[in-house]
């Protein structure tokens, strides 16, 4: 019997890990572009629209935003207070229950609750920071993206007048 009941403990433990996961959220990534975006050729805004909004980078992002502001709301939170229970005079054999002295106590730290405050301010304040380094890394992004749109614009120029070139200088050697 007792292989019985560590077999069936065993799968009421895997139910009760599958319910757990069951009721976990996983992150999804979020679908590409709009149609608009693909049926033209991208600008300069589209290019840095598509890498902030949905690049690889914007979930490390939000995943650095969440934690920022999951430490925030644990900030305000109050410390979970203890029961504590004691029995004293407790002798083995027959001795009257109003012999024996109980004692339960709910303790919690002062300092927990007058620092409360002061955490919460902490941690709006590296919450505030974390935007304002969230919003630079965006704008570094999309200062990376101009270049680089800036420089495939030249590249593609520069091949149109090379182009030019060697179809003028094709004429000009025909005409001869």
């Known amino acids: 019997m007792r292989r019985r009941d560590t077999a069936t403990a065993a799968t009421i433990a895997a139910l009760a ?17 709009a149609k608009e975006l693909a049926d033209r050729p991208l600008s300069r805004a589209d290019c ?13 992002w939000q995943a650095r935003y969440l934690a920022a502001t999951a430490q925030l709301r644990s900030a305000g939170l109050l410390q979970n207070p203890q029961l504590l229970a004691e029995w004293e005079d407790f002798r083995l054999g027959s001795v009257p229950a109003s012999a024996l002295q109980q004692t339960f106590s709910l303790t919690t730290a002062v300092g927990d609750l007058l620092a409360r405050s002061r955490r919460e301010e902490i941690a709006q304040a590296e919450l505030d920071a974390t935007l304002a380094d ?19 614009v030249a590249a593609k120029e520069l091949a149109r ?10 004429r000009h050697r025909d005409a001869l």
Not at 20 to 31: D, K, N, Q
Not at 48 to 60: E, H, N, Q, S
Not at 134 to 152: I, K, P, S
């Open 134 to 152: 969230l919003a630079a890394e965006r704008r570094r992004l999309a200062l990376q993206v101009c270049r680089d749109y800036d420089d495939v």
């Open 48 to 60: 840095v629209k598509l890498a902030t909004d949905f690049g690889p980078a914007r979930a490390g």
């Open 161 to 170: 007048i090379a182009l030019a070139e060697v179809a003028t200088c094709t």
């Open 17 to 33: 890990a599958l319910a757990a996961c069951h009721a976990v959220v996983e992150p999804t990534i979020e679908s590409g572009h």
